[in-house]
């Protein structure tokens, strides 16, 4: 059922026509004249206007033109009975959707009003589909924006490709990446991605856990398995079921261990510590590591089975440093995320700060830049942070304080000799060449600075 306005000066006509309109099932509102039609039109919810061309103050092509300048989807039939191919050309140009010619029938115009209503409809249907189309292409980009996990340099999208590739398959995944670099983010993306995605999702820190406790972790235990065993408790692999368990720092995991988890791995099956009963688990398993697992495997410290069954799709994670492209948008990213969560107007940052940022080696990955921008906008005093509100250390200040340690492994006694030489050196530097001032510098005599320099050739 559709909302259609009729405007018609002639009273009869007016009535046949509301009288069709409603026979067929539809709401009509009759009015005798324009003005009175738009101020219907302005109200809102009007599909479809059925209006006479001649009529006395406002004419049809008025009530077209302000009809659809209220609304541009509202549909407009004009009638006339002084029907012009010049007047229909004009009205279609306008907007008008039909132009029909006095007299009609009510079976033609009952005709003409499905076809507008039909073609009204699969407009709304295919503008619906548009939107559902922007709807999930957006759903695609937020998918594939990976939350916490930001970058647009190359090796970032290599990963990404990557985790839009397994992400719908149950094959195991190592992800490599030295600490702080994101892996956990990486499995939780996996994990959210995939046909598991309503299943839950557990952590285990390995390296955290000591051997018995880790077992115990892992699989659970029977009641009286072990001292302090007082009740039966579930495993983490029984509440990961149905869903994804992110086994951190696996390299860390102990023989005795991994014998178990390659079981896991192999049938699905495992017993808790000190049951008898066998327990299949529905899980994928995505593993993380900041160790050469390979070389450990070389070693004989970790199982080669294992690690087979462990790195069916590998994940390497770059460092930092190696993809410093990234820092301005993550440094943004940190600075919405960390503001919002402080409760802060989002600041801005400095050039020359970013700068620093850019210049930094950043050891501690993308978690120490997310500690350093949380420090930055917790201790600015303005809407800005500067070179100033970084750490000492991210500004370079302390690194003139740093002694190079000599590239190839000396004895102690030519290891402190170089160290030495590396501290005159620098005093020479502050003291603009002058040899009592570098003496001062280092807290020595100016003679036994002379025998220094002699010792080392600096003279």
């Given at each position: 059922?559709?909302?259609?306005?009729?405007?018609?000066?002639?009273?009869?006509?007016?009535?046949?026509?509301?009288?069709?309109?409603?026979?067929?099932?539809?709401?009509?509102?009759?009015?005798?004249?324009?003005?009175?039609?738009?101020?219907?039109?302005?109200?809102?919810?009007?599909?479809?206007?059925?209006?006479?061309?001649?009529?006395?103050?406002?004419?049809?092509?008025?009530?077209?033109?302000?009809?659809?300048?209220?609304?541009?989807?509202?549909?407009?039939?004009?009638?006339t009975?002084?029907?012009?191919?010049?007047?229909?050309?004009?009205?279609?140009?306008?907007?008008?959707?039909?132009?029909?010619?006095?007299?009609?029938?009510?079976?033609?115009?009952?005709?003409?009003?499905?076809?507008?209503?039909?073609?009204?409809?699969?407009?709304?249907?295919?503008?619906?589909?548009?939107?559902?189309?922007?709807?999930?292409?957006?759903?695609?980009?937020?998918?594939?924006?990976?939350?916490?996990?930001?970058?647009?340099?190359?090796?970032?999208?290599?990963?990404?490709?990557?985790?839009?590739?397994?992400?719908?398959?149950?094959?195991?995944?190592?992800?490599?990446g030295?600490?702080?670099t994101?892996?956990?983010?990486?499995?939780?993306?996996i994990?959210?991605?995939?046909?598991?995605s309503?299943?839950?999702?557990?952590?285990?820190?390995?390296?955290?856990?000591?051997?018995?406790?880790?077992?115990?972790?892992?699989f659970?235990?029977?009641?009286?398995?072990?001292?302090?065993?007082?009740?039966?408790?579930?495993?983490?692999?029984?509440?990961?079921?149905?869903?994804?368990?992110?086994?951190?720092?696996?390299?860390?995991?102990?023989?005795?261990?991994?014998?178990?988890?390659?079981?896991?791995?192999?049938?699905?099956e495992?017993?808790?510590?000190?049951?008898?009963?066998?327990?299949?688990?529905?899980?994928?398993?995505?593993?993380?590591?900041?160790?050469?697992?390979?070389?450990?495997?070389?070693?004989?410290?970790?199982?080669?089975?294992?690690?087979?069954?462990?790195?069916?799709?590998?994940?390497?994670?770059?460092?930092?440093?190696?993809?410093?492209?990234?820092?301005?948008?993550?440094?943004?990213?940190?600075?919405?995320?960390?503001?919002?969560?402080?409760?802060?107007?989002?600041?801005?940052?400095?050039?020359?700060?970013?700068?620093?940022?850019?210049?930094?080696?950043?050891?501690?990955?993308?978690?120490?830049?997310?500690?350093?921008?949380?420090?930055?906008?917790?201790?600015?005093?303005?809407?800005?942070?500067?070179?100033?509100?970084?750490?000492?250390?991210?500004?370079?200040?302390?690194?003139?304080?740093?002694l190079?340690?000599?590239?190839?492994?000396?004895?102690?006694?030519?290891?402190?000799?170089?160290?030495?030489?590396?501290?005159?050196?620098?005093?020479?530097?502050?003291?603009?060449?002058?040899?009592?001032?570098?003496a001062?510098?280092?807290?020595?005599?100016?003679?036994?600075?002379?025998?220094?320099?002699?010792?080392?050739?600096?003279?």
């Open positions: 059922m559709s909302r259609i306005l009729v405007i018609e000066d002639n009273e009869t006509m007016r009535d046949g026509i509301s009288q069709t309109l409603r026979n067929m099932g539809h709401e009509v509102i009759a009015v005798s004249g324009g003005p009175e039609g738009i101020k219907v039109c302005q109200n809102g919810g009007v599909d479809l206007v059925i209006t006479d061309y001649k009529m006395q103050g406002m004419d049809g092509m008025q009530v077209l033109e302000q009809a659809k300048a209220i609304d541009g989807d509202i549909d407009v039939i004009m009638i009975a002084y029907g012009t191919i010049d007047l229909a050309v004009e009205a279609m140009k306008k907007g008008a959707s039909d132009f029909v010619t006095k007299p009609f029938s009510p079976d033609e115009l009952k005709i003409r009003v499905e076809k507008v209503l039909q073609f009204r409809q699969a407009r709304q249907e295919s503008r619906k589909l548009d939107e559902e189309v922007r709807y999930l292409r957006h759903q695609i980009d937020t998918l594939y924006n990976f939350g916490e996990l930001v970058g647009s340099s190359e090796r970032m999208r290599k990963v990404f490709e990557r985790i839009k590739k397994v992400a719908s398959s149950d094959s195991s995944v190592l992800i490599y030295e600490s702080g994101g892996k956990e983010l990486v499995a939780r993306a994990h959210s991605y995939s046909n598991r309503k299943g839950p999702f557990v952590k285990v820190n390995c390296a955290a856990l000591a051997e018995g406790i880790l077992e115990s972790e892992l659970g235990h029977e009641k009286g398995a072990f001292t302090g065993a007082i009740r039966r408790k579930k495993g983490k692999f029984e509440l990961a079921d149905g869903g994804s368990i992110f086994l951190d720092e696996i390299g860390d995991v102990p023989p005795t261990t991994q014998m178990r988890l390659l079981r896991v791995l192999q049938e699905r495992f017993d808790r510590v000190g049951g008898e009963e066998t327990i299949k688990v529905d899980v994928r398993v995505i593993a993380a590591t900041n160790k050469d697992l390979p070389a450990m495997v070389r070693g004989g410290k970790f199982r080669e089975d294992l690690f087979y069954r462990l790195n069916v799709i590998p994940i390497e994670l770059p460092p930092l440093r190696e993809r410093k492209e990234d820092i301005s948008e993550l440094v943004h990213h940190f600075l919405k995320k960390k503001c919002t969560e402080l409760g802060k107007r989002v600041l801005k940052i400095d050039p020359k700060a970013m700068e620093i940022l850019m210049g930094y080696d950043w050891p501690g990955n993308v978690r120490e830049l997310e500690n350093v921008m949380e420090r930055a906008i917790v201790l600015c005093d303005t809407d800005r942070i500067g070179a100033n509100d970084l750490p000492v250390l991210v500004r370079n200040l302390e690194r003139e304080h740093i190079k340690l000599p590239d190839k492994d000396l004895p102690l006694t030519e290891m402190l000799e170089d160290l030495e030489r590396q501290l005159i050196e620098r005093a020479f530097e502050k003291a603009k060449g002058v040899k009592t001032k570098a001062k510098i280092l807290g020595i005599k100016t003679s036994a600075l002379y025998y220094k320099l002699e010792k080392y050739g600096m003279i």
